[in-house]
């Protein structure tokens, strides 16, 4: 794991906020030169602590405000779960999967443009190989929907929260 010290939370919550800061700008926000804080980026995406830069798209503004949970049992073999692997990476409609342990084999975040889209690829799961059944759940609002934050690494760490009253930067 990558320590990080407090400049590097600092820069992390910044291009949290907005990832098209310029080097400059985020230097001039917490003190420092451009080229200081580019060498700083450079090694958090290195290390693998910033993955990619992306933009946040509004699904129902894209005519896909349809999103659901499905939970998918599956008593499958090695090659089954390839199958299943196979086609969750194929499906744009599919944005999670993960393997889970309880009632569920995994559960799958999915977003859709209608019901009928979603029954398409709900039919389309209960027919792959070792597929038992499909529970679905449809989203009625999101309440919170992030990515990692910086806010989270601090609470984990025991590092104390800043307000924007309290930076120095």
């Known amino acids: ?68 949970f499905i939970r998918v049992n599956m008593q499958s073999t090695p090659d089954e779960d390839l199958i299943f692997e196979q086609f969750v990476r194929s499906d744009p409609r599919i944005l999670e ?31 792959l190989p070792g597929s038992v059944y499909t529970t679905t759940n449809i989203s009625l609002g999101t309440i919170k929907e992030q990515q990692t934050t910086v806010a989270l690494y601090r609470k984990i760490h025991g590092q104390p929260e800043e307000s924007d009253a309290d930076r120095s930067w």
């Not at 693998?48 to 405000?65: D, N, T, V």
């Open 1 to 68: 794991m990558t320590t990080l010290d407090d400049i590097d939370l600092k820069i992390l919550e910044l291009l949290n906020e907005d990832g098209r800061l310029s080097h400059a700008a985020i230097g001039k926000e917490i003190g420092m030169t451009g080229p200081s804080v580019y060498a700083r980026v450079q090694r958090l995406e290195r290390d693998g602590i910033i993955q990619k830069y992306s933009a946040h798209l509004s699904a129902e503004k894209m005519g896909l405000g349809l999103t659901a």
């Open 97 to 127: 999967c993960h393997e889970v342990d309880g009632e569920a084999t995994y559960w799958l975040k999915v977003q859709t443009g209608s019901a009928r889209d979603l029954r398409h690829l709900i039919t389309a799961l209960r027919r």
